[in-house]
Each structure stands twice: as C-alpha cells, then as structure tokens.
C-alpha cells in the first residue's frame, strides 16, 4: 500500500458523498489502519477572532476563517509552517498540531502561515483504498503554496491538473505531420 500522507483528494465529479462535494482534502495520514485529513477548502462564516475565546484568554483580531475539517467532529486542528510548534511534518514545510498550547502559540505569535480547521474526515481501514478504487477520488502531491493558497478555487486548478496529467500520454503519442496542411 502506498500512503498518501502529504496528499491531495480531489473528491471526483462521481463522489456521491455531500460532505465532500467538490473538496479538496489534504491527507495527514495514511497507514493500513487508516486514514484521516482536512478538507481545505470549507470555509465557516466564523472567523478565528469570532471563535477564539473558546480557545483562549488572550487576544486574537484575526479575520481568517475557521474551516471545516471534515464530517467527523474532533480537536481543534492547525496547519502551519511553524517547526517548533508541530506535531509531524505533513508535507514539505508544512506541519499539523492538535496541540492547545500549539495552537494558542501559533495563532497569538504567528511566526509563519497557518490554518485552522473544525472536525477532520477519517476513512477505516481500507475504506479509502476502497474509494480510490471506485474512482471517488482522484490524488495529487500537495505543495505548501497550494495549501495555503486562495482556497475558493481550489478545486478547479488541482482537479484540472490531474486532468492535464491524465491525458498527457495520450497527447504526446499523437502523430503530427511535418507539414500540418496534409492533416
């Protein structure tokens, strides 16, 4: 089995799950016990600033809006760019905390980008290899500039790559004549 950890799920248009309509999830961890990641691109009408006193004592003006992981409730969750403060690295430069301390750290001094995340999605084992099989999904590798990207678009770019990348053998098996006339 291969992991997907440090992955993107780019849910396909055939994913009949409404949790996942049109989502992009950023795999955390992916083992024959199972899996778990964060939908990245759910935004909530919440902002952190609105939610943190149930966080914390201390200040926090930050518009950004707390996102939603996923359809299975859980911890409050970061992603970040911030070392010492992780949990484990989930791609390049990017790392994941469940960590209360962490989190207040993070948000409070933020020394780097980071998101915030309610809920996560979870898949038994097998489950997700399952998914994948029956094409509900489609992976890509995650950077840490898509991440932390313009969420509101997300799908389409990734799910038009992997599309690109699709067809390109295909593409380059093509015969073109030297002169494009005689086509």
Not at 44 to 58: E, F, G, K, P, R
Not at 144 to 167: K, T
Request: hydrophobic share 40%.
């Amino acid at each position: 089995m291969k992991s997907l950890k440090g992955h993107f799920l780019v849910a396909s248009p055939h994913l009949a799950d409404p949790n996942f309509f049109r989502s992009v999830v950023l795999m955390l961890q992916h083992d024959e016990g199972g899996a778990f990641g964060v939908v990245l691109n759910r935004p909530t009408n919440n902002t952190i600033a609105d939610v943190w006193s149930l966080v914390s004592q201390l200040p926090c003006d930050s518009r950004d809006p707390v996102h939603v992981g996923g359809p299975v409730a859980g911890p409050l969750i970061a992603l970040h760019t911030d070392l010492p403060h992780s949990e484990m690295e989930v791609a390049g430069g990017v790392y994941f905390t469940a960590d209360k301390e962490s989190i207040i750290q993070i948000v409070t001094q933020p020394s780097g980008t980071f998101r915030l995340f309610v809920g996560y999605s979870g898949w038994a084992a097998g489950q997700l290899d399952a998914e994948l099989e029956a094409g509900g999904w489609l992976t890509e590798p995650a950077t840490q500039e898509e991440i932390f990207s313009d969420y509101s678009d997300l799908w389409n770019r990734v799910a038009r790559r992997i599309g690109l990348e699709i067809l390109a053998p295909t593409i380059k098996h093509l015969r073109v004549p030297d002169d494009p006339s005689m086509n």
